[in-house]
């Protein structure tokens, strides 16, 4: 029994040993096809995760980001602006790092319940000298002086930093959202010039983050009246804003350029037009210029006809509208052009994609509530295909899909209309290039006319 | 390229992704690996796809290979790895867990000893077998895994593994034995 059992693995071992076979020579076309993808598809990774990674950093920020906005009328009432930060901290715990000895968690115990009102100082964290006192209407005010947070009896972590009892960078301030910043103008003004790294610091260093002013300026001025605020209210912008925007784009399609399905090379552009729609999330790194990240949904179609030279199974020649000559078929086709005959082809295309991307924008001109901004961007597909919906004249396969990949640099122009401080309406007009990676139909690179018109809602607080 | 140059192509490629540099990779083990598809794929088409896959895999997993044995046992590995997946996506392999009357009527079987047989004759039988008696042969003979480690990739349980293979043999030794009357009778 167990002889025979050998035997038979005996045989297949042996008759499988060394065992090749020759490998048809289209299967490393197609595997080199798709590693080409796959390399295309890993060389773009970075670019969602940037989004992300910007998306993130401002979000970080939001809740200490906040303004009053200067306006005109409420200045007469307040000659300057005043810089407040409170750190009310209730009941809530001061923390220390355990990176000190037990007796340091017992001091962590005892004080854990202390209530303090701190102001923490952050002209230091700008490069200014001291500026502990000012006058009560200067640009810092203590709401509460530190001595006379100390309550009787017990040490308060005031105290115990002045005896030197604690590292004072062992001591970690919860920083809390009730943070109300006053700018004064002058300070206002010396922020501006720095505005495009605040965002870096303030990733970097949370003391900054506190400190950071944004940008304060509307992009065009309102009355008090106009934006219903009494006269002590005040108008907190946010940096963010949300735009949405529909387009047309118009585009010259290349197609067939290495023959579809069958037939020889004719490159042809063709006038073709689609929809794309526009979602992006903007952060104002300061009054001019803002950065978003996009994501757009685009829709086109391309029509589009030709003369075709075919026979039963195939076509071979074409030929971009008007009819074949006879001398051409001749020519062409000396021994067998008795076995074609010419057919008018119309195609219809259907191109969608999902794009993600990055953009700048810039404040060029503004006029009262108008204003021009120039956006440059860049994007790339997560998804794109190109179908065929319908062929007329020759019977080829509808519904054809074939998946591309792209990466589109654009320039735009804006020109906005402010209604309110919320809302804005703008007509968008510029040109894009895209370049597809590796697609045997869509091959030329199409050059975008991009014409459209969209919204942007600013968010603002009282 | 001979297999020292093979694996400087190999290490080239776990640097740096290099289609023209894996050609020659492809080149020295794709016969291999289609003969290896081939052993568990009847059809050349869908054998053809899984060699198509398996060398996409190995390019985009080739880092992960770390020369702790010869690159073609891992990457026919991959290729019997992907045979499965086919095999399990047709439903090939469902008849492992049923009983299989036909070769339950057949009790007389010559002794292979007595019988003649030529490799070309014995992969003819091995074809003629199903596909669920030819994995388990092809998974425990050749590839020469363990019961455990068949039923793990089977998704079945090990007695069933072996029993599968008792009924394998029993099943190609009748077909041996079918084939060699029917040729001394053509004959």
Known sequence: MKDSRNKVDGLIKKAHENGTTPVPDFVWDQIEERIKENDDKIALWWLPILGLFLAVMGLCSLPVNSMVNPNPSSISQNQEYKKRKEHKLGNDKIQLEKRGSNSMDDRASKIQAETLIVVKEREATYGNKKNEKREPNGSLELIKPLSKAKSKGKPTVKSRLLEGKINPKQVQLPIKSSIISVVSEERFNNEKQFPVYFPIAKAISPSLLNSYVLERALPAQFERKELNLKPNDTLVLTPWSVLLSSNYVFFDLSVLNKGFRSGSLSNRTFKSMGLEQILSVNYNLNPKMKIGVHGALNVKNSQFDYAVLANSQNFNQYKNKGTLSIAELETTHQEDCDLYYIESVKMNYSIQSINLGLNIQNLLLQKGKFSLWSRLEVSSNLKSNMRIRSVSGLELPTNTKGNFNEMGLGAFGNLAYQFNPNWNLFLNGGYRGINTFKHEVYTKNPRELVLGLGIQYRITHK | ?187
């Open chain 2, 1 to 187: 390229l001979k297999e020292p140059e093979i694996n400087k192509a190999i290490k080239a490629c776990q640097k740096s992704s290099n289609p023209k540099t894996f050609r020659h990779v492809y080149d020295f083990f794709s016969e291999r690996v289609y003969y290896t598809c081939l052993r568990y794929l009847s059809a050349e088409a869908d054998a053809q796809d899984a060699l198509q896959e398996t060398f996409v895999t190995a390019y985009t997993q080739i880092h992960k290979f770390k020369f702790n044995g010869p690159f073609g046992a891992w990457i026919c590995r991959i290729a019997v790895n992907h045979c499965l997946q086919m095999l399990r996506e047709q439903k090939k392999l469902i008849h492992l867990n049923e009983q299989d009357p036909v070769m339950e009527v057949v009790d007389e079987v010559a002794d292979l000893n007595e019988l003649e047989m030529r490799d070309q004759h014995v992969i003819q039988c091995l074809n003629l077998l199903p596909d669920g008696y030819k994995t388990i042969l092809n998974l425990f003979v050749v590839e020469e895994y363990s019961h455990a480690q068949i039923s793990k990739l089977l998704g079945i349980k090990e007695s069933t593994s072996r029993s599968q293979l008792v009924r394998a043999r029993k099943a190609l030794k009748v077909l041996f034995t079918e084939t060699s009357r029917t040729k001394a009778i053509v004959g």
